[in-house]
């Protein structure tokens, strides 16, 4: 193969966009093969920006079956992505999915053992790995310079929503429709990245408020704590109610602490380990003499979504590992699964989750969620209800 024929799958927001950037050959040995949406007029505007003759479909299963497409992007609503994933998988095709990898880690996990058996390239939209500053904290955990990690931080109030945009579409922020709020539409790149750099904590335990702010019925407003296995302690603070936001991400260690923002790396770096020096000073008013370095990083986001989809391609052709595997993308789900589980139960929740007990929750506030997706037609099923008027059909 010496050019990745890629088809998209939804023309919403994101889908747009990785149309517009493929028709335009940025991304180096592929091309765009074809897209798929089961609004017409959605179609029609991909013609528009493309070209007259782009093979378009209605069905997903019609664009999989076509043999037009090596590759597909899934941008299509949370809970289809596992299932269309699954399907790709079936019929021989690499996948790269939008976030999140699913609603609740049962389905994800699923689609992650069908991505194994497939032997295909599976790859997941964390374009935020590619950012300069987050790719350095990494290497710097990684290298241990700040030895063993002792707290992590990080509040991601920037997610500013008005009731305009949870107005924009009756599936917004409901259970059955997107199946969580800023945990699993605004914050799955912040979990992501929390665990990509510092890891995955053991256990959570979280305050999580549903319409707090917003006329919703999911999360609008999260503070959680999470420990992990080597004792250290997290705070996880975010909602999209908070004009102005803050978005600092400190991580501390035995040598310093790490400050991450406004797009800038600082590490207040110790002269001596602070438990060494802890157990051997006598001076019971002293610390650590510590050096401020400004971490020279490059400027910008670095290539986001291009990157990783040219990441993914340059996987496809000659084996390279992936940036964002598609198979991590269960672990940023399983800290928001847990946090809302902690809500809920009002208790500490363990990682990994307890999948039937998430999902037996879920389903208790999608059955009287605002939107009733027990009105579609025979098509995609989710807990033996029928929704594929609300995802369509595939």
């Known amino acids: 193969m010496e050019k990745v024929r890629i088809g998209v799958i939804g023309v919403g927001n994101m889908g747009y966009w990785h149309i517009q950037y493929l028709h335009k050959n940025e991304i180096e040995n592929a091309e765009l093969a074809a897209v798929c949406d089961i609004n017409p007029q959605k179609l029609e505007a991909a013609r528009n920006i493309t070209r007259a003759d782009l093979p378009c479909f209605e069905s997903a299963e019609e664009l999989m079956k076509s043999g037009l497409c090596d590759a597909i992007i899934i941008a299509v609503p949370h809970y289809l992505h596992p299932p269309m994933a699954i399907a790709a998988f079936e019929h021989g095709l690499h996948v790269l999915t939008e976030k999140p ?44 310079e700040l030895g063993a990690i ?48 510092a890891g995955t904590p053991k256990r959570v335990f979280a305050k999580c408020d549903f319409g707090k702010y917003h006329d919703i019925e999911v999360e609008d407003d999260v503070t959680a704590i999470v420990e992990y296995e080597n004792g250290a302690t997290g705070v996880f603070v975010t909602t999209t109610g908070d004009a102005p936001g803050t978005n600092r991400f400190e991580i501390s260690g035995e040598m310093g602490k790490l400050i991450c923002e406004g797009g800038k790396l600082v590490f207040y770096k110790n002269e001596m380990n602070e438990r060494e020096f802890n157990a051997t000073t006598t001076n019971g008013f002293s610390a650590p003499k510590t050096t401020r370095i400004e971490i020279d990083v490059e400027s910008g986001n670095g290539p986001q979504h291009a990157g990783i989809t ?85």
């Open 101 to 144: 990898a699913g609603v609740y880690t049962k389905q994800v996990r699923e689609m992650n053992e069908a991505a194994e058996r497939s032997g295909k390239v599976f790859g997941i939209m964390y374009n935020q790995r590619t950012t300069p500053v987050y790719q350095k904290m990494r290497e710097m955990i990684q290298n241990g």
């Open 150 to 197: 002792k707290r992590t931080n990080w509040i991601i109030t920037n997610w500013y929503r008005t009731q305009a945009y949870y107005n924009s579409g009756s599936w917004r922020a409901s259970w059955a429709g997107e199946g969580g709020g800023v945990l699993l539409n605004q914050c799955p790149h912040n979990l992501d990245l929390w665990q990509w750099i």
């Open 310 to 394: 040219q990441d993914f391609v340059n996987a496809i052709l000659s084996g390279s590992p992936l940036l964002a595997p598609g198979i991590e993308g269960i672990r940023g789900l399983s800290i928001s699964n847990a946090m809302l589980l902690s809500t809920w139960t009002g208790d500490w929740v363990d990682i990994p989750v307890d999948e039937e007990k998430y999902l037996s929750e879920l389903e208790k506030r999608i059955a009287t969620s605002r939107y009733k997706p027990e009105q579609a037609p025979v098509g995609t099923k989710f807990s033996g209800v029928d929704m594929s008027k609300h995802f369509g059909k595939f």
